[in-house]
């Protein structure tokens, strides 16, 4: 074999940074345990200085979503994630999608045989066998084949897959920086399948040469993988390659015994958003999902990214798995919108505001702020602000407020004063409004919840409102506003 090629492939490799890397498949969506899986691979990135790098694994054909991929760049660039090295941004260790690299598995598996780490196989085997790699491990015959007679039979065209050459005995060892030292019997191990008859690879193969090929230092991936490991160092120590640190995470659960799927109705980080999540939010708290920050940030809960790829540590991650808990989230969420000044909270809310509320003299620049304060998630806007367009059907205990001091009577009598106070204010502005209804309870010797509450009633129908009867007079604008104070009036039987 012509090793010039491999030297030079070799060549290419960076060396002396930190490399980490963050691989999806493209799927369609991003599951919140990978986006967990990206964030942490990036943190460990930033956090010291070193290259985050962006590959797609796109090697089962049988699951490739139209534009999949797009949804993964859009994904990381809201996120923040941004990668120094990708399909898009080049660098110099690609093609950075596995499709584009297909011819270099094959080489790489040859040599592996002739290295006595694999062997050609040319038994039947089912399709779906070959695709999860995952031959029993009853002795194969071609394991035995004198390589030359293999040769010639794939020489000769017969159809074959490549199987790792798994030694029958002994014991194979790796080290994750989370689980420690985990030692397997090699007689528990499958010859696997590393190359497939279209001459596509396993993942468990491509994952090993491209993570060797583009220098990753740290692997970052989910614990399902824990299981391939020893493989995986074997397949490099076959290679005499060096074995990457491992760090498996656990998964992220729905409850304390069911993974979070997005096929059983849990949400993807775009569901997430739909339903008015904001991305900084959910990155935070996703970032606390399987790590926790230790000595004098232990106790804190609200990190920026920035912030996070200061302190992120391996010694923080945690083996066991970690709960996915929507309150919690909503709790973070609710303080992020709080957090954002008027400005960006009204550009996030516009749409909402824009989708709930039609009635033209309704400034909803104005709206925003009123239920800034009092949102756990965007979708919680709506519901707030709809008797801006139609007032609702509300009943008269709703007039009724014991710490007021108000019933119907009184409130009946207050609406009545009310009235030729606003229809004789010459500006319909905040201060107009306010400096009226709070002269009139001045004037009639009452509280002012006694002129407000029945006000705010008449105008909103609803027991709870962002803003109070001042600003939602000034939001409807004077007709409407006293279209509706009278209608009050005539349902109090006035
Ligand atoms: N493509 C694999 C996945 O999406 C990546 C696993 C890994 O990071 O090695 O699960």
Redesign the pocket.
């Known amino acids: 074999m012509d090793m010039k090629w491999f030297e030079e492939m070799e060549a290419r490799i960076p060396h002396g940074k930190v490399r980490t890397?963050?691989?999806?498949?493209p799927t369609g969506y991003m599951h919140v345990g990978?986006l967990r899986?990206a964030l942490y691979t990036w943190l460990i990135a930033r956090h010291q200085d070193g290259t985050f790098i962006l590959r797609i694994?796109d090697t089962d054909q049988g699951r490739l979503v139209e534009g999949a991929v797009d949804v993964i760049y859009k994904t990381l660039r809201q996120c923040g994630l941004d990668w120094d090295e990708g399909p898009d941004a080049g660098g110099p260790v690609g093609p950075y999608i596995q499709t584009e690299r297909r011819d270099l598995y094959g080489k790489y598996a040859r040599l592996l045989v002739e290295k006595g780490g694999a062997y050609y196989c040319f038994c039947d085997k089912a399709e779906s066998a070959e695709d999860s790699g995952d031959f029993t491990k009853t002795a194969d015959p071609c394991r035995d084949l004198p390589p030359e007679e293999a040769l010639k039979r794939v020489a000769a065209g017969e159809p074959y897959v490549i199987r790792q050459r798994i030694p029958q005995t002994g014991s194979t060892t790796f080290h994750d920086a989370s689980f420690g030292d985990i030692t397997v019997e090699n007689k528990d191990l499958d010859d696997q399948v590393l190359l497939k008859r279209d001459g596509l690879p396993t993942?468990n193969f491509a994952?090993v040469i491209d993570d060797h090929l583009m220098g990753i230092t740290h692997?970052?991936?989910?614990s399902e993988?824990l299981s391939s490991a020893p493989k995986y160092n074997l397949l490099y120590e076959a290679f005499g390659w060096e074995v990457p640190e491992y760090i498996h995470c656990s998964p992220v659960m729905r409850d304390a015994h069911n993974k979070m799927s997005k096929r059983h109705g849990d949400p993807s980080y775009e569901d997430l958003l739909a339903q008015g999540f904001l991305t900084e939010a959910v990155v935070n708290y996703v970032s606390l999902l399987g790590w926790a920050p230790k000595g004098e940030n232990s106790e804190r809960e609200f990190f920026t990214l920035r912030e996070l790829a200061e302190i992120f540590d391996l010694a923080g991650i945690s083996k066991s798995p970690a709960i996915f808990d929507i309150e919690k989230l909503k709790y973070f969420n609710a303080n992020y919108i709080r957090a954002l000044s008027p400005e960006a909270f009204f550009s996030i809310a516009q749409p909402y505001l824009k989708d709930a509320i039609h009635a033209p003299q309704v400034d909803i620049k104005l709206v925003a702020p009123l239920v800034q304060g009092r949102c756990d998630t965007l979708l919680d806007i709506a519901p707030q602000v709809d008797f801006f367009d139609t007032l609702p059907e509300y009943s008269n205990e709703l007039y009724c407020h014991k710490k007021m001091k108000t019933d119907e009577p009184n409130s009946l009598e207050a609406l009545n004063a009310v009235l030729p106070v606003l229809e004789s204010l010459n500006e319909w502005s905040y201060d107009a409004i306010h400096d009226a209804l709070m002269g009139l309870a001045k004037k009639l010797e009452l509280k002012n919840g006694r002129i407000m509450w029945p006000v705010r009633t008449a105008l909103s129908g609803k027991a709870v409102t962002p803003g109070g009867a001042v600003e939602l007079c000034q939001l409807l604008g004077r007709e409407e506003a006293l279209a509706r104070i009278k209608k009050g009036i005539a349902q109090l039987g006035g």
């Open positions: 890397r963050f691989a999806p498949s990978n899986t694994e993942y994952n692997v970052v991936r989910g993988y």
